[in-house]
């Protein structure tokens, strides 16, 4: 028989600020992210607009921890804080850390040295690269939170801090955990956004998730963090049980470097084996918080993907796209979707999807358009698609 594993912990460093509830309080109420970028000089790149986490400013010596550092370990405070993480034995407690570029900003500045760094401090200076390393904030969360159990480090595109959930998920079922830290991190630099904007992924003005008029995706930054735990062991040292982590599956499509199979055939396969790893019919899921990139193609194939797999009862979810306020939030994006997920269950409250405007024949599901709406939400389907066909997906329920 599988162990239990319950969600104990919730933190979040995101475009709205700190805290779960912040991150929550602010994608209910549909409010938006996004506003121009600060960090570096988007003027010549396909947009301007971001969704950038307030008050953190870039280090002012190489010694210092980058902003993507702090990001992570602000999240994970939050997490272990609420869980009580302390309590568990060291050697009973592990880590995944899932990222795409790390610390990249103090790359960055370490290796481009005819880069502006007026007003940026002395990020970088002397050529260290200590920031950027992706071990690096995890050893720091590490040494800070006590943790000698297992320990992954993860880049998978998209789709990292979902991927960190499920690997986080797999090392208590197999008894080699009582706890874990699932968390995931970025930061927006001027190198990653250029990146992204020159695979023309970025629309020219918002991002709408769904809408007929989409053009492409957004981006964000910040940390999100779930502390995981076995539930009898959750229980008997009564840490608070705020959802179920009832399955979780990771799969790669092996179609294309950055195009998923466009009649979702990969995404069906990911959405149908994390069903039967938690044991739950179709019929049994109430809500999906999608990837939703607002990208021409991808909202096409997901709808797609939705329908294969759950026949009639698409047309009974309800779908969510929190990067329409968010943006995507690249590797923390998983887990702050997931954060919204697990308080959907918990306030049977679904939180919008914003910018939807004109209605798509092909993506005709139930996205929620602009308002929040009340519905009885006991089991939510998370999915996460990356570049590089590595895709993921987790399932949440209401703890009983």
Known sequence: MKRRVVVTGLGSVSPFGKGADVLWKNLAAGESGLKKITLFDASELRNDLAGEVPGYEAPRSSGEATRAERFLLDAVAEAAGTAGLERVPPERKGLVTGTNFGGLAAAEFALCPDIDKEGAGAAGAGGDLSGYLF??????????????????????SCASGAAALALACEAIRAGRADAMLAAAYDELSLFCYAGLSALRAVTTETIRPFDAKRSGTLFGEGAGALVLEEYESARKRGAPILAEVAGAALTNEAFHMTAPEKEGRGIARLMAAALEDAGV???????????????????????????????????????????????????????????????????????????????????????????????????????????GGTNAAVVFRRAE
């Open 135 to 156: 071990d690096g904030a995890a050893s720091h969360v590490a040494a800070a939170h006590d943790l000698a159990g297992p320990s992954s480090t993860l880049s998978l």
């Open 281 to 387: 019919a179709p019929g049994e899921i109430d809500h999906v918080n999608c990837h939703g990139t607002g990208t021409k193609y991808n909202d096409v194939i997901e709808t797609r993907a939705v329908k294969s797999v759950f026949g009639e009862h698409a047309r009974k979810l309800t779908l969510t796209a929190n990067k329409s306020m968010l943006g995507h939030t690249m590797g923390a994006a998983g887990l702050h979707e997931s954060i919204a997920a697990i308080m959907t269950i918990r306030h049977d409250l679904v939180p919008p999807t914003v910018n939807y405007r004109t209605p798509d024949p092909e993506c005709d599901l139930d996205c929620v358009p602009n308002a929040a709406r009340e519905a009885a939400v006991r089991t939510v389907l998370k999915t996460n698609y990356g570049i």
